[in-house]
């Protein structure tokens, strides 16, 4: 408690100096003053007391285990061993076990193995995945290029798994891992002792999608890093898609990948001025100043305890000139609260997007004070107001996805948010032309509020196209590692509400139905990053999922759904090798070649330095030749990004006239994908009608009789769509880099 103390007066006196001006009286600029607080609050992160500083509590215990008495104790060598998995010291690790259980009494040696066996599976991954990565490398079910070459790390996990399940053989965490250490062999299911088989872990779903390929390596877009967030959209108004990518550490870098319009992408990171602007759970793009450029909103501290999360966010102006400026300071948004989720919209319908942020409370016992959601209206003049108390929607809770949709259509956008503490929050927009809005709690009225589930993503999307929002948000509600959750799938013993995917119908009448079972969505996923894209341009909205949590016994895939016709959904993961077991984070839906297909982005690597991966690209063949539309709104009375604005989109497919509807955002709450609003018709050949509701002005246009396969720039109250014409892009790959020499010594 001494230490939260002094870390919250180290953290208001930060604030102090800034609101009383000392950045202008030192001649730095709002950008140069926010290098050198996250700077300053990366060092001070540095302590015994940061759950998520691994490597300064493994340099403590080195030092203890250099006094004499200490050099053999068990409890410095357990811990030890954990801390060297946690910072990618796998052989160490490894090492230190094998002393530790030379030195401790049976019952010690058999709750250790399970630590042990992870090591070794972690020994694995390091010298196949990540040294010598490949497209297919972890790549669920594994085979073809994602079996391990260098099979020391998974034959000795196999080992103790194999002696862990002699004596506990309904250990299905176990269970679980050892199936996956012989698909890293390529001895799955053969191989697998008839006992300890989960069957048809590598079966196809009955309803198959064409493969994906990742090509992030051969483009120079695998970051190797953490959690982190990513924007898929066009910076530098050239009508090509950059990607932006950042990390949750105070030391991770941010991204800046230009696209270089001819298929490859160079990175402007330095050049944009993005160096040592670090950190970042998430991020979001966004127009707030209405000058047609698109800024980048930065969410730091989320899941940092002890007040390491009270680190400030930040709003990136975009120049215009291929660099950004920090403005939080001068913006009024410096605030310092842990948080990776919010969104932006026009809550009073005043033609500028104001923000709300939701934030992470426990009760204040251990996240550094009481954090409460903030909601900043614009003040048209690059400033903003926090209103949250006198609009009613000042939150206080664990909050980890909040979303905004009018989902009553009543012309006023609504919010949606979802929490750790298991409470979800529908506030209604009670409709306040240019002032102060004012939300009212509809939760219990909704039918939303007998969910107590804790959850993680979330986002409104019109799944059944049938004109009305509806919901999804992801269960992560876990008391052990994902590991035992998927294998208890596998052998037909589901855990209830075990991550998967709450969906929730919009009943058009301010009510919501619980459609989850009927959808075919009570899967194991365990979300932490999601989005929502169409892979096949049939007009149905899919999904895909990042998964996983900090313990590195969680090693579960990523998933991607497929919309059946606004009826259910599919599980395609198997078929379209998008399961991906590292941690998933931040997604992007994005038709980055400009063919009218979507790929999808994926932000990779887990809380920890020793969990670090590398992103990617998944790359999609084309899932048949349907057509689509690409729009991009830009406002006049409406916000300039037109975020909030409705589409719909009718058509007529095989004689059936029907409607897509689609609203201008980015999608989930954790991964951004372009605003240009990507638009599957189907097998239509024509678009009979492009009706667009613009956000805050209420204006009203239809466009009539339009030919697919095209990008077009609609300005508010202009009835002449400007055709984008944009070059088809095939991605050129890299050539590939030697392998790395394999880390072998000590694991004999």
């Known amino acids: 408690m001494k230490f939260k103390r002094q870390y919250l007066i180290i953290g208001g006196a930060i604030i102090l100096l800034l609101t009383c001006g000392l950045v202008a009286e030192y001649h730095q600029s709002s950008h140069e003053a926010m290098i050198a607080l996250l700077s300053d609050m990366n060092k001070r992160n540095n302590s015994l007391g940061n759950g998520f500083n691994p490597e300064v509590k493994l340099a403590h215990v080195d030092s203890l285990l250099k006094i004499k008495d200490n050099e053999h104790d068990p409890g410095l060598l357990n811990a030890k061993a954990a801390l060297s998995l946690k910072v990618g010291k796998e052989e160490e690790s490894v090492a230190t076990y094998k002393d530790l259980l030379t030195r401790v009494d049976y019952m ?47 034959k000795k996990a196999i080992e103790v798994y194999e002696g862990i399940l002699t004596a506990h053989p309904e250990d299905l965490e176990s269970k679980w891992l050892l199936n996956i250490a012989f698909m890293t062999l390529g001895q799955y299911p053969k191989g697998v002792p008839q006992q300890f088989l989960i069957p048809g872990l590598d079966s196809d779903t009955a309803y198959k999608v064409k493969p994906f390929t990742d090509m992030a390596a051969g483009l120079g877009l695998d970051i190797n890093g953490r ?61 707030y100043n209405n000058d047609g450029n698109l800024d980048i909103f930065v969410l730091r501290g989320a899941w940092n305890q002890d007040g390491f999360g009270n680190q400030p966010s930040s709003l990136l ?29 026009d809550f009073n319908n005043d033609g500028w997007l104001d923000v709300f942020v939701g934030t992470e409370d426990s009760g204040g016992h251990d996240t550094g004070g009481t954090h409460t959601c903030m909601l900043y209206m614009n003040n048209h003049d690059g400033t903003f107001t926090n209103v949250a108390v006198e609009a009613h929607c000042d939150i206080t809770d664990f909050v980890k996805g909040v979303a905004s949709a009018d989902y009553n259509n009543d012309g006023w956008p609504d919010i949606f948010i979802s929490t750790m503490s298991g409470k979800k929050y529908l506030l209604k927009n009670k409709a306040k032309p240019g002032a102060t809005p004012d939300f009212e709690d509809v939760t219990a009225k909704s039918g939303i509020d007998n969910n107590r589930e804790r959850t993680f993503t979330t986002w409104f999307f019109d799944y059944n196209n049938d004109g009305w929002p509806d919901i999804m948000v992801a269960d992560y509600n876990f ?42 969505l009570d899967k194991v996923v365990y979300s932490m990053g999601a989005n929502f894209g169409d892979i096949d341009n049939d007009g149905w909205p899919d999904m895909y999922f990042g998964t996983g949590n900090p313990d590195f016994k969680s090693l579960v895939p990523n998933k991607l759904f497929k919309n059946i016709d ?103 709450s954790f991964g951004s994908s372009p605003l240009r609003q990507e638009i599957g018709i189907g097998q239509a050949k024509s678009i009979d009608e492009i009706e667009i509701k613009w956000a805050g002005s209420g204006t009203v246009q239809y466009f009539k009789n339009i030919a697919p396969n095209r990008f077009l720039h609609i300005t508010e109250g202009n009835q002449q769509p400007e055709i984008i014409h944009l070059a088809k892009l095939t991605y050129k790959q890299k050539p590939k880099a030697p392998m790395s020499m394999p880390m072998m010594t000590g694991t004999n």
């Not at 010298?127 to 070459?149: E, Y």
């Not at 215009?320 to 919209?345: E, H, K, R």
Request: aromatic share 10%.
């Open 479 to 520: 008391g052990r590692s994902l590991a035992y959750y998927a294998g208890a799938e596998g052998m037909k013993r589901p855990v209830p509400n075990a991550g998967n995917i709450f969906l929730y119908r919009n009943n058009r009448d301010g009510t919501f139905t619980n459609v989850t079972k009927e959808a075919g």
């Open 227 to 287: 959690a982190g967030g990513v924007i898929v959209d066009d910076f530098n108004n050239d009508g090509y898609l950059d990607i932006v990518t950042s990390g949750w550490g105070l030391d991770d870098p941010m991204h800046y990948f230009q696209n270089n319009k001819d298929g490859t992408f160079t990175d402007r990171t330095e050049q944009s001025g993005l160096n040592g602007i670090t950190g970042g759970l998430n991020i979001q793009q966004v127009d």
């Open 566 to 668: 606004g009826k259910r959904f599919a599980d395609v993961t198997t078929s379209s090798r998008t399961g991906n077991l590292q941690k998933g984070h931040g997604v992007a839906f994005a038709d980055i070649r400009n063919t009218g297909i979507q790929d999808i982005f994926i932000e990779m690597g887990g809380a920890y330095r020793g969990d670090s991966y590398t992103s990617s690209l998944y790359v999609n063949p084309g899932q048949g030749n349907n057509n689509w539309i690409g729009l991009k709104l830009e406002g006049v009375k409406a916000n300039k990004a037109a975020i909030g604005s409705r589409i719909k989109v009718t058509f007529t497919e095989n004689g059936v006239q029907r409607s897509v509807y689609k609203d201008v955002n980015s999608g989930g």
């Open 108 to 154: 010690s040696m058999e709750r250790t193995m399970p630590d042990v066996a992870i090591a070794y599976m972690r020994l694995g991954e390091r010298n196949n995945c990540m040294l010598n990565h490949n497209g297919s490398s972890c790549i669920f079910p594994i085979k073809d290029g994602g079996v391990h070459k260098i099979q020391t790390g998974s």
């Open 317 to 345: 102006r975009n120049n215009g000139d291929g660099t950004f400026t920090d403005v939080t300071i001068p913006s009024g948004l410096l605030f310092f609260q842990p948080t990776q989720t919010a969104v932006w919209a």
